[in-house]
Structure formats: structure tokens, C-alpha cells
């Protein structure tokens, strides 16, 4: 079972100077800690609530803050929980994938959704499409990332974008690319296009335990359509852990545990007390060489 580290806030006692240095004690110390990869968000609001915060405090640009993770770190894999597909050009987006993989010695996820945050997207003036047309623009992106990843140059044409001429130079360095994972649990789109196109699936555990294995049940039939086997899909999820509070060393791994039996290989935790860095100690102690060998 790999252990990642989500970090979802940029709220630090200190304010905007304290962000850079400790964004890098976080990253550094989780790398060393034994965290398996690093995540950040797509967002430009923050998300109403999260950890009691309101959408107008701090939030960073996804993919230049994984640069910068990418400058700090060697081992752990990075990637956006998800990159909402209504933000970047998709062509734009695919050459950022592959730079950040190129610039982390290949440890990029392509981590991808049909966003959500309507209100943050016309607070920004960004279009926002019907859920149905954006998850035809999740297809079109998935469509041309295997393509691209194929290839060195390609003519791609979607229902909404194109693009004549797209160039791969220079490829990046995952074999045989960056892993795909898509976010989200919707039956019909979301778990299809798993089966038909990503090398991850990502579930929110707040969906709770029934909703996870019927998901999994799901992504299980749409692979035996598609012709896919099922155990070459890496099974994530994302849950909270706050150690400060009412969640324990012995119970987080329980949890992890109970997520490993349903078959689930990749467990990433947000945590809302992160920035004192205690809590990366106590993975680092006790939880992930405790569940080292599920």
C-alpha cells in the first residue's frame, strides 16, 4: 500500500511570506517521512469549508506549485488532484504534463476531471460549460494525451477542440507516459472512461464504504466491456486525517487496512494540521512502516 500526501491548504501561520518555506519543510519532510507521491489541487477559489476556510483565502496554481515540489524533491511522484479539464487549453495542458515530468526525472501523474467549483469559474470569467458537454471536453483531453503519448507529432480532431499539428519533443521520461488517473465515482462517464483510457482511478472516501466498493464493482464491469483487465488499474483514494484531533496512529491504520482488503493500493490523506509537520512524523513512525506490507 503507497501512502500519499495531499495538500489542499496554503493557510500558514505567517501569511504569504511563509507559504515558499513551508510548502518546502512539508514537501522535504514528507519525501523523507516515506510518502509515496505529493498532490495539490485544481483550484483558484479555496473550497468553502475545507478545514473551516472561506474561498477567498489562499490558494496556488496547481502546476507551478508542483514545479516547485519537483525542484524539492527525488522520489515521490507528484500530480494534480484532478486538473479540472475547463481551465487550460488541452494542448497547452499535455506540454505542462510532460515538462513536469521531464523537470521530476518522470514521477508526473496526469491527473484529470470534469470540474466542478461552478463559482469558481465565473468568479475567474472561465467558461462553464453543461455537465455533459465538459465530460465530452474529458474525453477530447483523454483522447488526445494517448494519442500524443503515442507519438511525436499528431493531427488531433474532438467534438470541442483540435489541434493540426500537436508535437511530443520532448517526450517525456514515464514509460510509456505519465500515469492517466481520473477522479470521481459517476458510473456511466466517470468509471467508463477509467476502464477505457487511465492507468488510476481516484475515489473521495467521505462517499462512504458502501458507495467505494460499488464503485470499484462498477469500474469492475465497465472493464470486462471494454476488454481491460481490471487489476492493471491502480486503485486511489482520498480521505482526511486530522491527528490532532479525534483520529489516531492505531486507527488510521485500521482504516488503511479495511481500504487495502477492498482492494484499493494507494491511500492519499490530506491533513489540516500539515504545516506543523507532526503529523508527517507520526507516518513516518508508526503508520507507514506498519502497513508496508499490505
Known amino acids: 500500500m503507497h501512502i500519499g500526501l495531499q495538500i489542499p491548504s496554503f493557510k500558514y501561520p505567517g501569511g504569504t511570506t511563509a507559504i515558499r518555506p513551508k510548502l518546502k519543510e512539508i514537501v ?19 473550497i468553502k469549508g ?25 522520489k515521490a511522484r507528484l500530480g494534480v488532484l484532478v486538473t479540472g479539464v475547463i481551465y487550460r487549453n488541452p494542448a497547452v495542458l499535455m506540454k505542462m504534463v510532460n515538462t513536469l515530468d521531464i523537470l521530476s526525472g518522470g514521477r508526473a501523474y496526469f491527473g484529470i476531471g470534469a470540474a466542478w467549483y461552478e463559482d469558481e469559474a465565473k468568479g475567474s470569467g472561465i467558461p462553464y460549460p453543461s455537465t455533459s458537454e465538459r465530460f465530452e471536453q474529458l474525453e477530447d483531453s483523454l483522447k488526445l494525451a494517448k494519442s500524443l503519448w503515442a507519438s511525436d507529432e499528431i493531427s488531433f480532431a474532438g467534438k470541442h477542440f483540435s489541434a493540426p499539428a500537436i508535437t511530443n519533443n520532448p517526450r517525456p521520461i514515464s514509460s510509456p507516459h505519465p500515469r492517466i488517473m481520473i477522479g470521481g465515482t459517476g458510473p456511466n462517464k466517470t468509471l467508463r472512461m477509467v476502464a477505457q483510457y487511465a492507468d488510476a482511478c481516484n475515489i473521495g472516501d467521505w462517499v462512504g464504504t458502501e458507495a467505494m466498493q460499488k464503485a470499484l464493482d462498477t469500474l469492475k464491469a465497465h472493464c470486462e466491456t471494454v476488454g481491460r483487465d481490471y487489476n492493471t488499474i491502480e486503485k486511489t483514494c482520498l480521505g482526511t486525517v486530522n491527528l490532532s484531533a479525534k483520529d489516531t496512529a492505531g486507527g488510521v491504520i485500521d482504516r488503511i487496512q479495511k481500504l487495502s482488503e477492498m482492494g484499493f493500493t ?8 500539515v504545516y506543523s509537520i507532526t503529523p508527517l512524523k507520526t507516518f513516518a513512525k508508526e503508520i507507514i512502516p506498519a502497513i508496508a506490507v499490505l
Open 50 to 74: 475545507l478545514f473551516g476556510e472561506a474561498y477567498t483565502d489562499p490558494m496556488l496554481e496547481a502546476y507551478t506549485t508542483l514545479g516547485y515540489f519537483a525542484g524539492l524533491t527525488e
Open 266 to 273: 494507494h491511500a492519499i490523506f490530506n491533513m489540516p494540521d
Open 28 to 46: 522535504t519532510t514528507a519525501e523523507e517521512s516515506g510518502f509515496h507521491s505529493l498532490w495539490v489541487m485544481d483550484h483558484y477559489y479555496q
